[in-house]
Structure formats: structure tokens, C-alpha cells
């Protein structure tokens, strides 16, 4: 969300308060806000699930976030930089609205894979411990329900 939100902010910043267009196309902030979510929950999987294997093969929660995060910077560096080119050359045409769309997906995926991923994810997940794993427990099901 700290991605999604900062992306919308930049964006609103660079097309209507600083760019001399009339403001933003009416659709560009909710379908930013669901490409960028769902690129951004794209990479945090992939992270979480890469620290989850870590502590499944024996490492305690601090040296598996920092294991991971350390093994994980290539690809997400290399992925960010491919979605980020692609969202920049929509930014780049003449469509104002595709404009708007790509500079806010290129600045989501491009604060997601540097500022996010390297501040408060591994700060929340060394706070919390293994209260980042914690489930509630399913109810179990009558065999009506199955």
C-alpha cells in the first residue's frame, strides 16, 4: 500500500499540479492503483516466500530476512528495471492518459523494488518475529458445509 499510495501521490503531483495538462484522466488512479497492487503483492510473495524457505531450512527470523533480501536483489533489481523501461515508454507517448499511467506504474514498481522492499518490510518482519507467520486457526467443517 506505501507504494500504491506514494505512486498516486507522485503522480497527481507531476500531471496536475506541476504538468500544464487539465488534471488526471478519471480512470488512471484506480486502474494505477490495481496494476500497481497487484504488481507490488507480485514481489512481496516472491520475497516472503524466499525468507519462508529460509526459516523452514533452519535459520532464525533475523538471519533469514537478511539472507533472502541479500539473495533476492537481483532478481527484483532486473525485474524492476524491465517493468519500470515498459511503464516509462508509455509515459513517453503522446496519449496524456497512457502518459499518466505509465509514469505512475514506473514510479510504483521503481519505490516498491527500492524504498519498500529495503525499509519497512524488513524492519516490520524484525519487529514482529514470528508473529509474521502466525495463522488463526480454521474452524473445522461439519460435513454439511464440505
Known amino acids: 500500500m506505501l507504494s500504491v499510495a506514494a505512486a498516486l501521490g507522485v503522480t497527481t503531483f507531476a500531471f496536475q499540479w506541476v504538468g500544464d495538462s487539465a488534471g488526471m484522466a478519471h480512470f488512471v488512479p484506480p486502474l494505477l492503483f490495481v496494476i500497481a497492487f497487484g504488481l507490488s503483492m507480485d514481489y ?4 516472503l516466500s524466499r525468507i ?3 526459516l ?3 535459520a532464525d527470523d533475523d538471519q533469514a ?3 533472502r533480501l541479500l539473495r533476492s536483489g537481483r532478481p527484483f533489481t532486473v525485474a524492476a528495471r524491465v517493468m519500470g523501461g515498459v511503464c516509462a515508454g508509455m509515459a513517453g507517448g503522446r496519449l496524456g492518459a497512457l502518459q499518466q ?3 505512475g506504474l514506473a514510479a510504483a514498481v521503481l519505490l516498491d523494488a527500492t524504498i519498500v ?3 519497512p518490510v524488513p524492519s ?9 507467520w502466525w495463522l488463526p486457526r480454521v474452524p473445522a ?3 454439511r458445509h464440505r
Do not use: K
Request: hydrophobic residues 55%.
Open 44 to 47: 512481496e510473495v516472491f520475497l
Open 52 to 54: 519462508r524457505e529460509a
Open 56 to 58: 523452514d531450512a533452519g
Open 65 to 67: 530476512v537478511q539472507q
Open 101 to 103: 499511467l505509465g509514469f
Open 117 to 119: 522492499r529495503w525499509a
Open 124 to 132: 516490520a518482519m524484525a519487529l514482529l518475529g514470528r508473529a509474521n
Open 141 to 143: 467443517l461439519s460435513r
